[in-house]
């Protein structure tokens, strides 16, 4: 009998490829996306940490705090928006990867499937080979016992 070979196993080695990518871009989307949290909780430490407002001071000092104050504030806004968009990059990229893995998972299984198919078949073919070796010998040994 033939040696098994799976008919798609071109296509099943593009989609490990595929399915390799995704992996990456997925890992490079979850780091994307810890630099952006941490970039937030420093804009929310260093609006937390602005200087405020203390009793009585010159217009000049209440507008460079005023300034410093709503400079942080915008880039925790700044920040906050860069994090969310790249939640939304890494679940875009958590979803590429399923669906790459859920590709690559079905040709996995449809080759286990045919190679078992292959196995049986040539356990079936073995048998029978054997069965007609014995059926050919028995027939040799009545020709011989009726001569």
């Known amino acids: 009998m033939k040696r098994y070979r799976f008919r798609l196993a071109a296509v099943l080695r593009v989609r490990r ?3 390799e990518k995704a992996v990456l871009a997925l890992a490079g989307a979850r780091s994307g996306a810890e630099q952006a949290a941490a970039a937030e909780h420093a804009a929310e430490t260093r609006y937390a940490n602005a200087p405020a407002s203390e009793g009585p001071m010159n217009t000049a000092t209440y507008l ?9 504030a915008k880039s925790v806004v700044t ?3 860069r994090r969310v968009e790249a939640e939304l990059v890494l679940d875009g990229a958590r979803q590429g990867w399923v669906e ?3 590709r690559v998972t079905g040709l996995e299984r449809l080759d286990e499937r045919r190679r078992e198919e292959h196995w049986q078949a040539s356990l079936r073919a073995e048998a029978s080979a054997a069965d007609e070796l014995v059926m050919a010998r028995h027939a040799r040994a009545i020709e011989e016992d009726s001569e």
């Open 79 to 81: 920040a906050r928006q």
């Open 64 to 72: 460079t705090k005023r300034a410093l104050t709503e400079a942080a």
């Open 100 to 102: 790459a893995k859920g």
């Open 17 to 19: 490829i595929v399915e």
